[in-house]
């Protein structure tokens, strides 16, 4: 079967409603899914927001004054419009840094001011920073980093600008002889929020139970669509880090709807709505050599003793394990399975790399995201615009111009369309893009999602046969240059590919693209459909 290729924007044929779609990165069958897993906070349990990172931010505020944090951060009031998921925070400087894959600075923020020019170029002198696995900079990439990039923020603010006995220095600030670097505030914000999150001491689980209704979305369509993909004859099974106790009470929450999954269906409990159940999963540790799978005892909530070695038996739920063992009792294989989670890292680029599970990306924020992008379309527009006069400037030029081009203004206007586009998503602009270059956080999601969609509930718009197909990822060189056009023979390099001398004229019937750059898709078709 031969297609041609097709440009991204002409691939838009899915009809249903914009924020009920998922989208595709690598073409996946839903056919041949045996089991569907789900993630618990943030996938199943979407917390409602800025209610849940208020919360967050003033339990962690409250707990760094108990550490002897200054009072004045008590009065401060968590801001949604300015954090974006997906930033670094670099502990020499106290900046926060919002980068493309490479590591080439998109923005810079030092407390609530952003950094810019010869400032910049000072800290960063290529404006580039070597982050991975470099202790230096933490990765904000969950929706837990939300309150966390905020609080940071505030406290470096707060030293550096409102505590007129402070003196800030380029890694700290100084008061006489207490030096308090911008390290080790980093580490007393992680540590002040890690301490909120643990399931016997912290008080953020507690706090959220005694107002479910404020801080959790009670979704009919979470126990629809656990029930119908059972019906489809597929199994499910729940992978969560929380603890057995706050699990049982946000699923029986969640799962608690009078009228039952269906017209017609008996309310279901939620644990008859998965044949496997892990708590304390301890992911990303999990994809990788995991902790001692035990059983858990559900009248005390406590831990069997020893390692778990027997058969799964339905309707009892364990704890920890690994992704290995764990796929053992289902009786899996990595491309049998569909995992669905929110945490890039924990969730979708480990169960990807380590297990070769197939993998669906939730992100809340692309409701705000696809707004931008249809309400302001104007805007891209004008950076196409720009584009163009870019390229006029240069039109008809060789190695023999002497002249310099005059492009300031160009630059100047591209410059403020992006930052007037960035402010539509949010001070720190979208988790996607700044103007027309990805993030970090997209580039993960590109490589390591197959799929992605603003909820995981989005599966219900879609049959359990459905075969989703990737668009084409176009490369620059196909992306720029117009199909009619590259039937004309361009010169002598270009038909140097090795082995293969094209003249211009049809090529010889074997090979694999044919008549204009026709290319025979079956092969990443079939390669869907067995995968
Ligand atoms: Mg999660």
């Keep these: 079967m031969k297609r041609s290729i097709v440009t991204q924007e002409?691939?838009?044929?899915d009809t249903r409603q914009v924020a009920e779609r998922i989208f595709v990165n690598r073409s996946l069958s839903l056919e041949n899914i045996k089991f569907f897993g789900f993630d618990m906070d943030y996938t199943l349990a979407v917390y409602k927001s800025p209610a849940y990172e208020e919360l967050q931010f003033s339990l962690t505020i409250d707990k760094l004054i108990e550490q002897g944090y200054p009072e004045e951060l008590k009065g401060i009031k968590y801001d949604p419009t300015f954090p974006v998921r997906g930033l670094l925070f670099d502990k020499l400087y106290g900046n926060l840094l919002k980068v493309d894959a490479y590591g080439n600075i998109l923005s810079c923020i030092h407390g609530y001011e952003f950094v810019y020019?010869?400032?910049?170029?000072q800290y960063y002198p290529n404006k580039f920073v070597q982050f991975e696995k470099q202790p230096r900079f933490g990765i904000l990439n969950t929706l837990f980093s939300l309150p966390e990039i905020y609080i940071l923020a505030t406290v470096v603010d707060l030293f550096d600008n409102k505590l007129t006995d402070f003196v800030k220095q380029k890694d700290g600030v100084r008061k006489g002889d207490v030096f308090i670097s911008y390290k080790s505030i980093g580490q007393d914000v992680r540590m002040a929020m890690d301490s909120l999150h643990k399931s016997a001491t912290g008080s953020?689980?507690?706090?959220?139970?005694?107002?479910?209704?404020?801080?959790?979305?009670?979704?009919?369509?979470?126990?629809?669509?656990?029930?119908?993909?059972?019906?489809a004859g597929r199994k499910t099974f729940l992978v969560t880090n929380s603890g057995y106790k706050y699990t049982k009470q946000v699923m029986t929450y969640l799962c608690d709807i009078p009228?039952?999954?269906?017209?017609?269906?008996?309310?279901?409990q939620w644990k008859d709505l998965f044949d496997l159940i892990v708590v304390d999963a301890k992911k990303p540790l999990f994809f990788e050599e995991g902790t001692a799978l035990r059983q858990v005892d559900e009248k005390t909530g406590s831990l069997r003793i020893g390692h778990y070695t027997g058969k799964h038996e339905k309707g009892h739920v364990y704890s920890g394990g690994?992704?290995?063992?764990?796929?053992?009792?289902?009786g899996a294989e990595g491309k049998d399975i569909l995992y669905v989670g929110d945490h890039i890292f924990g969730d979708i680029l480990k169960s990807k790399k380590q297990q070769g599970w197939r993998t669906y990306l939730v992100v809340p924020e692309l409701v705000q995201e696809l707004d931008v992008w249809t309400e302001k379309r104007d805007m891209f527009d004008r950076i196409k615009d720009l584009q163009t006069e870019l390229s006029e400037k240069y039109k008809d030029l060789d190695s023999n111009t002497t002249d310099k081009i005059d492009i300031t203004h160009i630059r100047k206007n591209i410059k403020e369309v992006v930052h007037e586009m960035e402010m539509c998503y949010g001070q720190l602009g979208s988790l996607f893009r700044s103007g027309s270059r990805q993030t970090f956080f997209a580039s993960q999601s590109l490589r390591f999602a197959d799929l992605y969609a603003t909820s995981c509930v989005n599966l219900l718009y879609y049959p359990f046969s459905y075969l989703f197909r990737a668009p084409s990822q176009?490369?620059?060189?196909?992306?720029?240059v117009e199909h009619e056009k590259t039937t004309k023979r361009y010169g002598p390099i270009e038909n140097a590919r090795r082995g293969v001398t094209y003249d211009g004229n049809e090529p010889p019937s074997k090979t694999p693209c044919v008549e204009n750059h026709e290319c025979d898709e079956s092969e990443e078709e079939d390669e869907a459909l067995t995968n």
């Design 117 to 121: 020019g010869e400032e910049l170029r």
């Design 259 to 268: 009228e039952g999954p269906e017209p017609g269906v008996p309310k279901v």
């Design 10 to 13: 002409s691939m838009s044929v």
């Design 474 to 480: 176009l490369m620059p060189h196909e992306s720029t």
């Design 204 to 231: 953020l689980k507690p706090k959220t139970m005694e107002d479910p209704d404020k801080y959790i979305a009670k979704d009919p369509r979470i126990p629809k669509l656990l029930y119908r993909i059972k019906k």
């Design 322 to 330: 690994n992704s290995e063992v764990f796929s053992e009792i289902l």
